[in-house]
């Protein structure tokens, strides 16, 4: 479901003049927050791998009357974390917001046959590089003024499921170091996560494109999720609405733990019997 290019007229300005770094921005649940904290008065510095996306993103937001810089790279490299914190603090003069979006699913596959070069770049790209850009915004602005930290973690981190071991795992390890962060950097920053079910994405697509109907008749909620779902979990825990809550992981599933009643566990089935029989980008 596409967004609207231009900001809602009924958004509140409840992130009026704050600044936010959002890696992984440039598709998907990443490009969705972006917007949503945008639309929020929120000034945006992105990031993703793809230089083209990431000007994509960078249009986009400045169309919906945001104040957006982009700075393409890999969240892998450390040397780009401290660039996408200095270009933020550079822009604006602050970073209050960090979104760790960005995030890998390889190596798919039973653990038994993990590349360990593979199964150590997922922790890089999907727990290491969330801890260092946070030092970074800590350094740079954090530690003498506060601010908010949201990590997307998965609904999947709190089971096992085929072919997706070190996701899971690595995102198991993420949600863990949120609550260790939370610990840390309280009062001044709060730190939570959020856990997405099956959502519309490119990275997700090869599960829900062929099983979204079962998928959904298993949820509670009826339908699989879209990117602006999450992107509202966030804005909410970014602001002062939740100015209260800090080590907590917000579930954002349409039910998936709790599943209908009627439907015997069948969304569990259906996702499991898409990641047993294919791939992703297959």
């Not at 907590?248 to 089935?269: I, M």
Request: charged fraction near 20%; charge should be negative.
């Amino acid at each position: 479901m596409a967004a609207s290019p231009m900001a809602p007229t009924d958004h509140p300005r409840v992130l009026d003049g704050r600044a936010a770094v959002v890696t992984g921005a440039s598709r998907g649940i990443g490009r969705a927050i972006a917007e949503e904290l945008a639309d929020c008065g929120a000034l945006l510095c992105v990031t993703a791998r793809d230089p083209h996306g990431v000007r994509e993103a960078v249009a986009a937001l400045r169309a919906r009357g945001a104040e957006a810089v982009g700075v393409p790279g890999s969240v892998a490299d450390p040397a780009h974390l401290w660039e996408v914190t200095e270009r933020a603090m550079a822009e604006f003069g602050r970073v209050d917001i960090v979104v760790n979006n960005a995030a890998t699913n390889q190596p798919y596959g039973p653990l038994m046959d993990a590349d360990p070069d593979a199964w150590r770049t997922a922790f890089t790209v999907n727990v290491e590089a969330p801890l260092r850009l946070v030092q970074c915004a800590w350094r740079a602005w954090m530690s003498e003024h506060g601010g908010a930290v949201v990590n997307v973690c998965t609904e999947g981190a709190g089971h096992v499921g085929p072919n997706v071991g070190a996701y899971g795992t690595s995102k198991a390890a993420l949600l863990h170091l949120t609550a260790q962060l939370a610990g840390e950097m309280g009062p001044l920053v709060r730190v939570n996560s959020v856990s997405p079910g099956l959502v519309r994405t490119e990275m997700a697509r090869f599960v829900w494109e062929r099983a979204e109907e079962s998928v959904a008749a298993g949820l509670p909620a009826g339908r699989i999720g879209e990117p602006e779902d999450v992107a509202r979990a966030v804005r909410w825990l970014v602001s002062d609405e939740a100015s209260w809550i800090t080590g907590a992981e917000l579930l954002v599933d349409g039910g998936t733990r709790v599943r209908a009643a009627s439907a015997g566990g069948a969304s569990n089935d259906a996702v499991h019997q898409q990641l047993r029989h294919h791939l992703p980008g297959s």
